[in-house]
T-cell receptor, first 113, second 112 residues
Framework: KAGVTQTPRYLIKTRGQQVTLSCSPI?????VSWYQQTPGQGLQFLFE???????NKGNFPGRFSGRQFSNSRSEMNVSTLELGDSALYLC????????????FGPGTRLTVT | GEDVEQSLFLSVREGDSSVINCTYT??????LYWYKQEPGAGLQLLTY?????DMKQDQRLTVLLNKKDKHLSLRIADTQTGDSAIYFC????????????FGQGTTLQVKP
């Protein structure tokens, strides 16, 4: 089975721009979660989508948004980029059986200049 | 709020056992997880334990859970240089959901 894929792997943007990151979950997985990883704040939960609906949300400003499509692929969008948005953005997919095993993709490294 | 704490660094000799510790505050935890992250990579799920278990063994990995003290540990037997990585403890927020609360990560250095 193919793992979680994320595109692009690396991205450089300018402050004030917006960016869209994509995540394709493991086949059959319907839940997709997004995390931001920075040296200062560590791993922080952004949001979770299940069956095209946002099910959980972390403490991030409204500039961070996401969506999920009918094929479970997910995108996250960050508008009006700030320097502090530079981070590794990780996507995780999971089946929703009894055990919630989250499998992570390799991440998208976003640099805001 | 929910919090997960880990020590930041552990150094061991190859062949020794490594023990990485974690404490958490969420009293409604259902599952607790251990992830491994190598440089430039995403997170690899190593193992997990259900909150009503005390111990789980998976090959070289042993997870111990003290629910009373909210303390979790990961023991790696016969540690190898390939085990050098950052290890994260994670708590499932309010039950079985896709929201995980992660610790800061413990960097494991294995010396030959």
């Amino acid at each position: 089975k193919a793992g979680v894929t994320q595109t692009p792997r690396y991205l450089i943007k300018t402050r004030g721009q917006q960016v869209t990151l994509s995540c394709s979950p493991i086949s059959g997985h319907r839940s997709v979660s997004w995390y931001q990883q920075t040296p200062g704040q560590g791993l922080q939960f952004l949001f979770e989508y299940f069956s095209e609906t946002q099910r959980n949300k972390g403490n991030f400003p409204g500039r961070f948004s996401g969506r999920q499509f009918s094929n479970s692929r997910s995108e996250m969008n960050v508008s009006t980029l700030e320097l502090g948005d530079s981070a590794l953005y990780l996507c995780a997919s999971s089946s929703t059986g009894e055990i919630y095993e989250q499998y992570f993709g390799p991440g998208t490294r976003l640099t805001v200049t | 709020g929910e919090d997960v704490e880990q020590s930041l660094f552990l150094s061991v000799r190859e062949g020794d056992s490594s023990v990485i510790n974690c404490t958490y505050t969420d009293s409604s935890s259902t599952y607790l997880y251990w992830y491994k992250q190598e440089p430039g990579a995403g997170l690899q799920l190593l193992t997990y334990i259900f909150s009503n278990m005390d111990m789980k063994q998976d090959q070289r990995l042993t997870v111990l859970l003290n629910k009373k003290d909210k303390h979790l540990s990961l023991r790696i037997a016969d540690t190898q240089t390939g085990d050098s990585a950052i290890y994260f403890c994670a708590d499932s927020f309010s039950g079985n959901t896709g929201k995980l609360i992660f610790g800061q990560g413990t960097t494991l250095q294995v010396k030959p």
